[in-house]
């Protein structure tokens, strides 16, 4: 499966990138997401529970962040199993300064999946996957209109 | 065999009113006291090295009872038998056995592959063990695609092979390349045949219950093969064969993949049933059966045919890629189909067929309803309509002049067929069902004034006209046993297993007429191996023609003996006793007779003395094997519209001529047909299994894996039995099989007919499987 978009931000660039390496607020975006730990500056466990049509199930992983470039770009490397099959996936996100104190992210990745969310969800993936990314952004507006109000 | 009281008859199946009203036992209606259920963890990685599987927090859960991986089976485990023997019988054949294993063990090899079995005291408590189980893999790349797996080596679903060839098979009649030299016309093609499932409606189940007291396993299991089971069961555990016990109840559907066996259910539960004396009982959810459970089709053709300027065939070229999965226990039986029919009904004196058996990381491939033919038959009939277009003249003429007439057989062909005895077409007229099935549809009409008139309206109609053959009833044997009981009542039993075939019906009418008896009182048994125990399985549109001829050769026995023992009864001389209806009698004194029960009564002296050599009872064994399989023919005529806006077709009117020898009951004949034919519908329209580049299986659920329904078949469907007198010979009752017949000439009949519809130059249609949207894909490449 391939992702691909991108989402105006309304912050600085150095503020959204900073909100991108903070696990309270990534874990608190992601829907479904029961636990996110640091485990170290670039590695985080997670526990998330996904509904994909007829398919629920908990999956646990690990987030890698790699390729950091601060404030510009950073690749996001998934990988996931539990009891309804396996997703490992990669991301490329880029964080484009407009100048006007908002900030264009763009991401594109790749994922491979496979077990039950494959075989009999499959159909409903890419659909669950945009309505995910679009929550996740929405919360993170959200977490980042209290962040930059605040400072 | 003529028409008699019942045999030819168009009479009601037996078993449908037991059926129709919900009183029969199938398999997840059956309880054993005691019972635990299994469960199978089954991987999600196509291929994978297993690491570690650790199953100590799911042992802790309460109601699990235990549970296994490959280690636990210690030298239990190993690689299944081959079902099929290699096919030696050709010359240069190789062949590498790679065969089933019941649980995986250090590498995973398909997505759905099991890893481990819990045994709780329910189904639930046993799949909610499998989030406890941890599960440590090496992913690897997995192999899917067949062209690019045969040439590429890097990644082996076998390590210990030097490629992913799982077989290499070539055949040739005559010489093509030097017929292609005299060729004034070559077309070569490179087609596709989509994987398709059995998707029967009862999915697979199993119980094994092991009886310590007497030493007896007895085993429930809605199979195509509860001989082979009785005999691999007992191997495994070292039992006797008559220990074994395999009783089938009725089953929903077979259409080829319950023939497997050697898979994880009858190969481990027995052994715990034996380790836990407790019944283990399974029931396969959809799932499982779309992963696991065998299934067919997935070729790649390249094809090559050559033709003289006027039409006529000189060679056919054939090679081809044969997906066999991830394992290779069946045997060469689907691709050594394709090979006998891509050549079975036409003239074709020079003939090249290359099989490429591939290993790849999908599930095991085994015969699915048209078993192959389909494959070969699609080959041929769409390189004839490319030809025809190429010479510039129609698909039917070049049909006309390539059939093979009556006098032309019987014809040895010279290939090499699934039984490894050279495929002869024994019998039929091929031309003349052709022509008969052109004038039914009536071909000229359509042409000169329907599809003008469609056309004219704007309206899209086409018309496909296809020949087709259904090599069946091939060897080895089977066999049954007819008892006449004291109550008058006649048992027949039989190794053939029954998954909706009418058999309680047509080997009833065959004894029923030879007894003269009433059909009610003729039971047939079928798949209880304790009652008869000989047989190869149901296969290959084989058992009308096999048990059949044996139930005629039975009841032939009874009746003899019917008759010495009622002549020495009633003291008169046998040409003086007839059968009257469920009794012996006088001939001209029907008040002078014994009932069959009585008869059955004295055969069985308590007292006495009986004359040397004489058997007691009304009963008698015989088995039926023919030196080569009967091959049934046909053709199919298909009309077509094709919706403007969203390219859907529909079948408007569908014509099927069959020669499928002597007919024993012409409602289940074309009961058969209709099925097959809505089974070719299917692989035509909407059936595909569909896996990624990662070897996941993506139709999984009847959401993905479109069924044909109902509303599919043809808006108008007539179904014409067409016996030549040759057909009528080859078997003691000139029986031809016709199970798989209506599945194999939908296929390209339809794709003619859609491209007929369309009637744009360049539009070909190269697969099997046609969406709209797929016809829309080809509809743009003809465009450019």
Redesign the interface.
Same mark, same amino acid.
């Given at each position: 499966m391939k992702v691909e978009g991108d989402h105006l931000f309304k912050a600085p660039r150095e503020v959204v990138f900073e909100m991108f390496n903070d696990p309270d607020a990534l874990g608190a975006a992601v829907p479904g997401m029961q636990k996110m730990v640091k485990i170290d500056e670039s590695h985080y466990e997670a526990v998330l529970g996904i509904r994909v049509g007829?398919v629920s199930a908990n999956f646990s992983g690990t987030l890698a962040l790699t390729d950091v470039v601060p404030p510009e770009s950073v690749t996001l490397i998934v990988e996931g199993?539990g /009891?309804a099959?396996?997703v490992?996936g990669v991301g490329y996100v880029k964080f484009e300064d407009l100048g006007d104190q908002t900030t264009l992210l763009k991401y594109t990745g790749e994922a491979?999946?496979? /077990?039950?969310l494959?075989?009999?969800g499959?159909?409903m993936i890419d659909s669950v996957a945009k309505s995910m990314f679009k929550t996740v952004f929405e919360k993170l507006d959200k977490i980042l209109e209290e962040r930059w109000q605040k400072s | 065999m003529t028409t008699g009281k019942y045999f030819g008859k168009s009479v009601l199946r037996l078993e449908d009113k037991n059926m129709l009203t919900g009183n029969v036992k199938y398999m997840d209606d059956i309880e054993i006291p005691g019972q635990l259920h299994a469960a199978f963890l089954r991987s999600?990685?196509?291929h994978a090295r297993i690491l570690k599987i650790d199953v100590s927090e799911a042992l802790k859960r309460p109601g699990v009872v235990a549970i296994y991986t490959a280690e636990d089976f210690g030298d239990f485990w190993k690689p299944g038998p081959l079902l099929v023997p290699p096919p030696t019988a050709i010359d240069g054949s190789q062949f590498n056995a790679r065969t089933l294993v019941p649980i995986a063990k250090d590498k995973i090899r398909y997505?759905g592959e099991v890893l481990a079995v819990v045994i709780a005291e329910s189904r639930y408590i046993a799949e909610d063990a499998?989030?406890d189980i941890i599960i440590d893999v090496d992913?690897l790349p997995a192999v899917v695609d067949l062209e690019k797996a045969w040439e590429d080596t890097s990644v082996l679903v076998h390590d210990d092979l030097p490629s992913n060839m799982a077989a290499l098979v070539k055949q040739e009649v005559g010489s093509y390349e030097e017929a292609k030299k005299k060729a004034d016309v070559v077309v070569s093609r490179r087609m596709l045949i989509e994987h398709v499932a059995g998707a029967a409606m009862e999915n697979r189940g199993f119980i094994a219950s092991w009886d310590d007291q007497n030493q007896v396993m007895t085993i429930w299991a809605n199979t195509q093969s509860p001989l082979t089971i009785r005999g691999s069961v007992a191997r495994a555990l070292n039992l006797a064969e008559s220990q074994v016990h395999v009783i089938t109840p009725f089953i929903g559907g077979g259409f080829g993949p319950k023939v497997m066996t050697s898979l994880s259910d009858d190969v481990l539960l027995p052994w715990i049933s034996l380790k836990l004396k407790r019944p283990i009982k399974w029931m396969e959810d959809r799932?499982e059966n779309?992963?696991a459970t065998t299934s067919e089709r997935d070729q790649v053709h390249h094809c090559e045919i050559v033709l003289k300027k006027d039409g006529t065939i000189l060679g056919f070229k054939d090679v081809f890629y044969h997906n066999t999965g991830a394992y290779d226990s069946y045997g060469m039986t689907v691709p050594l189909n394709t090979q006998t029919h891509t050549i079975s009904n036409y003239r074709v004196p020079n003939f090249y067929s290359e099989i490429r058996m591939v290993f790849t990381n999908q599930m095991v491939v085994t015969p699915v309803r048209g078993a192959g033919r389909s494959e070969g038959v699609f080959a041929m009939e769409r390189m004839l309509d490319f030809a025809a277009k190429e010479l510039g003249i129609s698909p039917v003429e070049i049909r006309l002049k390539n059939l093979l007439k009556a006098e032309e057989l019987p014809l040895n062909t010279g290939v090499i067929g699934q039984d490894f005895v050279v495929n002869i077409l024994d019998s039929g007229d091929y031309l003349g069902n052709y022509q008969k099935c052109l004038a039914e549809i009536d071909y000229d009409k359509f042409r000169k004034e329907i599809q003008p008139k469609a056309r004219a309206e704007g309206k899209r109609m086409g018309i496909g006209m296809v020949a087709f053959t259904e090599g069946t009833a091939v060897g080895p044997y089977e066999g049954c046993k007819i008892t006449v009981s004291t109550s008058g009542k006649v048992t027949m039993a039989t190794g053939y297993s029954t998954q909706g075939q009418a058999h309680y019906t047509v080997f009833a009418q065959i004894i029923a007429d030879q007894l003269n008896v009433k059909i009610e009182d003729v039971r047939v048994v079928t798949g209880d191996t304790n009652l008869f125990a000989w047989g190869a399985g149901t296969f290959a549109s084989r058992g009308a023609a096999l048990v059949g001829a044996a139930a005629y050769l039975a009841a032939q026995k009874v009746r003899a003996k019917i008759f010495s023992t009622a002549s020495k009864k009633l003291e008169v001389p046998e040409e003086e006793i007839e059968l009257c209806e469920g009794s012996v009698c006088v001939k001209g004194q029907p008040e002078t007779s014994i009932p069959l029960g009585m008869l059955a009564s004295l055969a069985n002296p308590m007292r006495g003395v009986v004359e040397p050599g004489v058997e007691p009872g009304l009963e008698a064994t015989a088995y039926y094997g023919p030196p080569h399989g009967s091959t049934g023919s046909g053709a199919m005529g298909v009309i077509v519209s094709i919706d403007e806006e969203t390219n859907k077709p529909t079948i408007e009117r569908m014509v099927m001529v069959d020669d499928c020898g002597t007919v024993i009951n012409p409602l289940v004949v074309e009961g058969q047909l209709q099925g097959g034919i809505s089974m070719g519908i299917g692989n035509t329209l909407y059936e595909r299994l569909v896996y990624?580049e990662?070897g996941?299986?993506?139709?999984?659920?009847f959401?993905?894996y479109l069924m044909p329904l109902a509303t599919d078949m043809p808006e108008k469907l007539e179904i014409i039995h067409n016996h030549a007198e040759s057909s009528l010979k080859v078997n003691p009752l000139g029986i031809k099989g016709v199970g798989e017949a209506g599945a194999i000439p939908p296929g390209p009949a339809i794709v003619q007919a859609i491209e007929d519809a369309f009637g744009v130059a360049g539009f070909e249609i190269l697969e099997t499987n046609l969406s709209p949207s797929q016809i829309y894909e080809y509809l743009k490449k003809a465009a450019k």
């Open positions: 007829p199993k /009891g099959g396996f490992k491979n999946i496979g /077990g039950t494959a075989s009999v499959q159909r | 999600d990685y196509a997505s499998f989030d992913p799932r779309f992963l990624d990662n996941q299986l993506l139709t999984a659920s959401m993905d």
